[in-house]
């Protein structure tokens, strides 16, 4: 089955840094979307872009579907942006996730 | 007001028992969604339903079911529960339930099977 692979793994980032997660897939997918999870469990859509790039202030992310990557860049880090990040898209119509990126912004 | 709601929050049980886990959304969606996380932090889609159809991933055993008594509910029912169903189980919802729409996340149930 489809392979979706996010580095890196594990991030730990001094508040104010800036920050890419990368996220490739084996094969081609759609509709590929990035979420946050907070510290709490909590999980929330960040962006949806199966192409292009979109910004959501101090969040962009690119996908180059060609190339099947898509990056998720946080800007001037703070904090509550910590937590697992998470992509994922459709294959076959199954929504296949990565096993996240973990942040950790410290203060 | 809480978009997608489900209870309970924490689930702690004995092996052998059945359960069920309650999800409600008031964003007058038509599709909802089961979600296992289990302790690496994996996400898989167990269900999606609407009025329609159920889509069952096939890698879902049978002792857990989906029930729906109306469009703003999906309850998941788990029969004789194992150590290994332990896990954050997230409900979710989305408008149509085509690829890409965003969907909307209630904050886990977080079951222990002891």
């Known amino acids: 089955g489809i392979q979706v692979e996010q580095s890196p793994p594990d991030l730990i980032l001094q508040e104010g840094a800036n920050s890419t997660l990368r996220c490739n897939f084996s094969?081609?997918?759609?509709?590929l979307q990035w979420f946050h999870q907070n510290p709490w469990g909590q999980l929330i859509n960040l962006f949806y872009?199966?192409?292009g790039t979109k910004q959501n202030g101090r969040l962009s992310a690119t996908t180059v579907a060609t190339e099947r990557y898509s990056l998720l860049y946080i800007s001037s880090s703070q904090t509550t942006d910590s937590g697992v990040y998470f992509c994922?898209?459709?294959?076959?119509?199954?929504?296949?996730f990565g096993a996240g990126t973990r942040l950790t912004v410290k203060p | 007001d809480t978009a997608v709601s489900q209870t309970p929050k924490y689930l702690v049980t004995q092996m052998g028992n059945d359960k069920s886990i309650k999800c409600e959304q008031n964003?007058?969606?038509?599709?909802m969604y089961w979600y296992k996380q289990d302790s690496k932090k994996f996400l898989k889609i167990m269900f999606s339903?609407?009025?329609?159809?159920?889509?069952i991933n096939e890698t879902v055993p049978n002792r857990f079911s989906p029930k729906s008594p109306d469009k703003a509910h999906l309850n998941l029912h788990i029969n004789s529960l194992e150590l290994g169903d332990s896990a954050v189980y997230f409900c979710?919802?989305?408008?149509?339930?085509?690829?890409?729409?965003?969907?909307?996340f209630g904050s886990g149930t977080q079951l222990s099977v002891l």
């Open positions: 979710a919802s989305s408008q149509e339930g085509r690829e890409g729409e965003k969907l909307f």
């Open positions: 094969d081609s997918v759609n509709n």
């Open positions: 872009i199966p192409s």
């Open positions: 994922a898209g459709y294959y076959n119509n199954d929504m296949r």
């Open positions: 964003l007058g969606h038509d599709t």
């Open positions: 339903y609407n009025n329609k159809e159920l889509i």
